[in-house]
C-alpha cells in the first residue's frame, strides 16, 4: 500500500484539522477509498497513487486558503475537494478577482468556481442566463458585475426587474400604494445594493433613475440602452414576458436573467418562460448560460442539506 506525508508547518495543526477532526471528517467523505490519519503536525494516507496524488493536491490548497484566510469551514473545504479542474481554484487568482469595494471596504468577489465561471461569461457575452437553486450567488453576483459596469463608465445606468408573482401571498391584501406593495418583494435587489453602494450615494443614484428597480410589468414598451439589466426571479416569467423582456435589449446594453427552475410558482399549466428560453436560445451565439448547484451555495451550511434533500424528493416523487 502507499504512502503520503504531509507536514503542516506553516500552519496550526489544531485550526486545521478544526475541533476534533471535524474538518479531517469531512475530507475522509471525499476520499473513502483511503485510510486518513491525523496525528501532532501530519497528515498521512494510505491508499493507491493516483489517489493519493489528488490528495496531496487537495491538500495543499487547503494550506494556501487556510493561509490567506485564516480560516477554514465546511464550505471553503467542499469548494476546494469538489471543483472539477484545479486551475479554477488557482489560489494565484484569489487576490485578483475583486469586482466591487463594498461598503466599509468589503471585497466583494466570486466565491466559487462556477461563480467565476459566470462573471467571465458576462464580460464575455452581452447576454447570459445562470442558472441555479437558492443561495448560489446568482443575483448578488450580478449586481455586483452591474455596480462595477457603473463605476468604471461601462454603462449609463442600472435596471434590475422582477415578475411582480405572487409567491403564495396576495400582494393586493398588503397595506399601502402600489411602491409600498411592492418594495417588499423587490428587497433582495435593495439588500445586494446596500453591501456595494453606500446608503446616500444609493438613494441619489435611485432618484435620478441612474438605478432602477421596478417590476417586469414596467419594462413594456422600453428600449433599454447604455444598461446592465438584471431580470430576477426569472422562472416565474410566462413566455409573453420572457419574450418582451430579451426584445429590450438596446445598444451597449448587458442583460443577465437568473433563475431557480424548482422553485417556479406560477399557476399549473402555464409554462415558466425560463425554461423556454433556455431550449430555444441555447444555441444562441452571443448568450452564455451557465448552471449552478450545490456546490456554490454560500449561505447557512443547512442550505446545502436542505437542497439535497428536496432535490432527493423531487427526483423520486412517490
Known amino acids: 500500500m502507499n504512502e503520503i506525508s504531509i507536514e503542516l508547518t506553516r500552519v496550526n495543526p489544531r485550526d486545521f484539522f478544526g475541533h476534533d477532526d471535524v474538518h479531517i471528517d469531512l475530507i475522509k467523505k471525499y476520499f473513502p477509498k483511503l485510510k486518513i490519519i491525523a496525528r501532532g503536525a501530519t497528515l498521512k494516507a494510505y491508499g493507491e497513487q493516483p489517489i493519493l496524488e489528488e490528495f496531496e493536491k487537495r491538500c495543499q490548497l487547503l494550506i494556501t486558503y487556510f493561509l490567506k484566510y485564516n480560516k477554514l469551514d465546511q464550505n471553503s473545504i467542499e469548494r476546494v475537494l469538489t471543483v472539477e479542474s484545479l486551475q479554477e481554484i488557482d489560489p494565484t487568482t484569489w487576490a485578483n478577482d475583486v469586482l466591487v469595494h463594498g461598503v466599509s471596504g468589503k471585497k466583494i468577489k466570486p466565491q466559487t468556481a462556477n461563480q467565476r465561471k459566470l462573471v467571465d461569461l458576462v464580460m464575455n457575452n452581452d447576454m447570459v442566463f445562470a442558472i441555479g437553486p437558492a443561495g448560489t450567488g446568482k443575483t448578488y453576483t450580478g449586481v455586483a458585475m452591474a455596480v462595477k459596469a457603473l463605476k468604471e463608465k461601462q454603462v449609463k445606468r442600472i435596471i434590475l426587474t422582477r ?38 450615494r444609493l438613494a441619489d443614484y435611485i432618484e435620478k433613475g441612474t438605478i432602477q428597480i421596478a417590476p417586469l410589468a414596467f419594462m413594456r414598451g422600453r428600449t433599454l440602452d447604455n444598461a446592465f439589466v438584471i431580470l430576477d426571479e426569472a422562472q416565474n416569467t410566462t413566455h409573453s414576458q420572457m419574450k418582451m423582456f430579451l426584445t429590450r435589449m438596446g445598444r451597449n446594453a448587458k442583460f443577465m436573467i437568473t433563475g431557480d427552475p424548482g422553485q417556479i410558482d406560477l399557476p399549473r399549466r402555464v409554462t415558466s418562460g425560463l425554461k423556454e428560453a433556455l431550449l430555444v436560445l441555447k444555441d444562441t451565439e452571443g448568450i452564455g448560460i451557465i448552471y449552478l448547484d450545490g456546490k456554490d451555495v454560500i449561505r447557512h451550511k443547512l442550505v446545502k442539506s436542505i437542497i439535497k434533500a428536496y432535490k432527493g424528493i423531487e427526483n423520486n416523487p412517490e
Open 163 to 200: 415578475p411582480a408573482v405572487e409567491a403564495g401571498e396576495n400582494l393586493g391584501f398588503l397595506p399601502g400604494d402600489m411602491k409600498d406593495k411592492l418594495d417588499p418583494y423587490m428587497q433582495p435587489l435593495y439588500d445586494a445594493l446596500r453591501d456595494m453602494i453606500p446608503a446616500e
